[in-house]
């Protein structure tokens, strides 16, 4: 480790523990709309995830007390967390573990999770890929190509690479590739 303010604030870092996802309720949910999401959040089978409220409801901050945070992120917990979650609906249990796998699994920069009927429930965004791609080291091309080219189904065939997968989609419907099928709640 070295030394002075930078060796202090690594070995601080080391200590305490920074969750791997951190999420972000859509700021338009409101009510009982926004308890079933943070619900369904904290409810994932990846079980390391950390949920912001969006602010201006004391009863949401003091039902969730200890497990949600009401305030804005920090940036060293922006930096250290492995992904920020994005999320416009409820999502199925597993649907975060799944596109943390297809996250980390091809490197990509960005997994979109889609319900059945084919809304974007929430979107998945690496850290590390837009840190590459903020200092430069991957142009937009390649960064652009890893955020389009995850498998859309998660037994991650090779028809859902070639655009003819059964189980996702016939090789006529227009669909982009990059989504994450959940499965049904």
Request: net charge positive.
């Amino acid at each position: 480790m070295g030394g002075g303010k930078d060796g202090e604030r690594i070995r601080i870092a080391a200590l305490v523990p920074a969750p791997d996802v951190l999420a972000t309720v859509d700021a338009d949910a409101r009510g009982w709309e926004l308890v079933e999401i943070v619900d369904a959040v904290l409810n994932q089978t990846h079980r390391d995830v950390r949920v912001r409220l969006p602010g201006g409801d004391p009863r949401l901050d003091e039902l969730y007390r200890g497990v949600a945070d009401p305030g804005p992120w920090s940036p060293d917990r922006l930096r250290r967390a492995r992904a920020r979650l994005h999320v416009h609906a409820p999502l199925p249990p597993d649907a975060l573990a799944r596109a943390m796998d297809l996250l980390t699994g091809h490197d990509l920069g960005r997994v979109e999770i889609a319900g059945p009927d084919r809304r974007t429930l929430a979107a998945l965004v690496s850290t590390r890929a837009a840190g590459r791609a903020r200092r430069g080291r991957v142009d937009d091309a390649v960064v652009q190509h890893r955020e389009a080219s995850p498998p859309c189904c998660p037994g991650l065939c090779s028809g859902c690479r070639r655009g003819r997968c059964p189980g996702c989609r016939s090789p006529t419907e227009a669909r982009p590739p990059r989504r994450a099928l959940a499965s049904p709640a």
